[in-house]
């Protein structure tokens, strides 16, 4: 995502049309944030401060116009479980725990951006994304569909767990499951609609319908029952907890930012090629921290830019930032106004909202791609067995570790390539993959296929070195092309060290070609660079080349 306005010069922003998505969105979020409240075991009020948070924060600070930063699903579910492991049991230990976790979440956001790690757009492969996704969305899903029926199961393992919510259906409470499935359709319904508020719409008909026909008599419970929805804030302050609490949570919170960035960059940035927008992703950041930081203050929850809440603000037809803040106002008006008749809903509607809302994430559409292109099948599936087998947490960072071990085999697996011109032109290629290519007469010319860092620079070079001593054809020069490597880490200039001197030892020249700024000014004060005659030079291959010919020229 590259620094920019976020809204292009032929699409200019219409108040009116933000005013009318924001009222459209307002009644899909309010619903949401409670519900999502409930995933997350925590107060129904710790959704709605999350929303607000993220709202305002991201008004001001983002840069997409179609963004809406609040609380999510995934969130909730990784937060819950987060807690639930380091709690005990414990019900104020797992309130002060989430409220941690979410202040330690912005401050890595904020981190993150101040260090401008932006560039860095996805810290989890698609593949594993998706798969995580898909096993998160069928997670929630049934444990909503158990909290509906009135079974309450605690395994993770949602291998076992199925079957015991099925041993359990005489158990059912049929009149709840009733209320739920009435609500989908309903949802479904004013979903056909796209300025239609409907989860407010259906919240709206949830109450009335549950006064009116009494359903706790029938024991369909209301939210208030969970918890009253208390919005009289706090003066911040930070918890208070053992040192090795805070190291277990800076754990969780960088996993937390992993899957929150890669959902937030996803929404963010499919809007932003749809309508030719750019965006900036280390602002975005520094407003996702400064998101997560208000909301963990006064007690909220994770917030991020969610694709559901995303796409409906784009459908509602918003058209600059303005949307989020109005959402903000309404939803404000809405809570002070007719905040004790919200506690009134009943329990199955909230379930319905969440089903419905992460109905999309359960299509095989976006999964099966991988298997049609034979290529990350095996990464999709683990990612979903990781959710449905180990749980939502422990998925989660089973499907991290997998992207990292990715990323790091990719880069550490790279080789190394020999350049010859092709056609007789300024060009080269790897003559490996283009036989037509011809070596340059004395001169070895060699190049990295992945940028040189810790993992894979000894490998790299010390092929490179293997190269020059076993050449079949006498050579008096020897060309490294590093455009792949913008900078250098610690080990790599130690390695590239010690390749000066071996190259100079076998009596050869050495021209490091396509360096970068970074990279040419770390190596030019290395005294091994004038010690061994090594040249460093930021021309393409065929002027190292032309170099290389002068070198030998001069020596003569």
């Known amino acids: 995502m590259s620094s ?52 305002l924060c991201y008004g001001l600070l983002g840069t997409s116009r179609f963004a809406i930063v609040s609380a999510t699903s995934s969130s909730a579910a990784v937060l819950a479980a987060a807690t639930a492991t380091l709690a005990n049991g414990d019900p104020a230990l797992r309130s002060t725990l989430a409220i941690a976790l979410v202040l330690v979440t912005g401050a890595f956001f904020l981190l993150a951006g101040l260090f401008k790690l932006g560039s860095v757009t996805s810290f989890i492969a698609k593949p594993v994304l998706r798969g995580f996704a898909f096993g998160l969305a069928l997670t929630i899903i049934l444990k909503q569909v158990a909290s509906v029926v009135g079974v309450h199961l605690t395994d993770a393992n949602l291998v076992r767990f199925l079957p015991q919510l099925l041993e359990q259906l005489p158990k059912w409470n049929w009149v709840a499951a009733s209320v739920a499935a009435v609500a989908l359709a309903l949802l479904w319904l004013f979903g056909k609609f796209r300025r239609l508020p409907g989860g407010l719409l259906v919240v709206v008909i949830g109450i009335v319908a549950g006064q009116w026909l009494n359903l706790t008599a029938h024991g369909v419970p209301m939210i208030g029952v969970i918890g009253v ?73 994770p917030a991020g830019a969610g694709y559901s809440a995303t796409s409906a603000n784009e459908a509602a037809g918003a058209t600059s930032r303005f949307a989020g803040i109005v959402a903000a106002l309404v939803v404000l008006v809405i809570v002070l106004t007719v905040l004790p008749y919200i506690a009134l809903t009943p329990e199955p509607i909230l379930a319905a909202i969440v089903i419905h809302a992460l109905g999309r994430g359960l299509s095989l559409q976006p999964l099966g791609r991988y298997f049609i292109w034979r290529r990350d099948r095996l990464l999709v599936i683990c990612a979903v067995g990781a959710v449905l087998l180990l749980g939502v947490l422990d998925g989660l960072l089973v499907a991290v570790a997998i992207s990292v071990l990715l990323m790091l085999k990719q880069m550490s697996s790279a080789d190394i390539q020999v350049l010859g011109r092709i056609d007789g032109g300024h060009d080269f290629v790897d003559v490996r ?11 070895l010319i060699v190049r990295p296929s992945e940028a ?23 050579i008096h020069t020897v060309i490294l092309s590093l455009e792949e490597s913008p900078d250098l880490d610690g080990t790599s200039i130690e390695a590239l060290q010690e390749f000066f001197l071996r190259v100079h030892q076998e009596g050869k020249f050495l021209v490091l070609a396509r360096l970068k700024d970074h990279a040419q000014t770390v190596l030019a004060a290395l005294p091994e660079v004038e010690a061994n005659g090594v040249i460093l030079s930021g021309l393409s291959v065929d002027g190292a080349v032309q170099q290389a010919r002068s070198l030998t020229v001069t020596q003569e």
């Not at 009116?16 to 129904?44: F, K, N, T």
């Not at 993959?433 to 001169?443: D, I, L």
């Open 452 to 474: 040189l860092f810790f993992a894979n620079v000894e490998r790299i070079l010390g092929g490179a070195l293997r190269l020059v001593r076993h050449s079949q054809v006498p």
């Open 433 to 443: 993959r283009h036989p037509a290519a011809t070596a340059e007469p004395g001169v």
């Open 4 to 55: 920019a306005s976020s809204t292009t010069p032929t699409e200019q922003p219409n108040r009116w049309q933000d005013l009318l998505a924001g009222l459209s969105i307002a009644g899909l979020l309010l619903p949401e944030a409670v519900a999502y409240s409930s995933i997350a075991a925590l107060a129904p009020q710790a959704g709605v401060i999350a929303l607000f948070a993220g709202l």
């Open 229 to 301: 929805i208390d919005l009289s804030l706090e003066v911040p302050r930070l918890p208070v907890l053992p040192f090795a609490d805070w190291l277990r949570l800076g754990e969780l919170g960088f996993a937390m930012v992993m899957i929150l960035y890669a959902e937030s960059y996803g929404s963010i940035s499919a809007y932003a090629l749809k309508h030719g927008d750019r965006v900036t992703s280390n602002r975005d950041l520094l407003a996702l921290g400064a998101s997560n930081l208000l909301s963990g203050l006064f007690h909220g929850m």
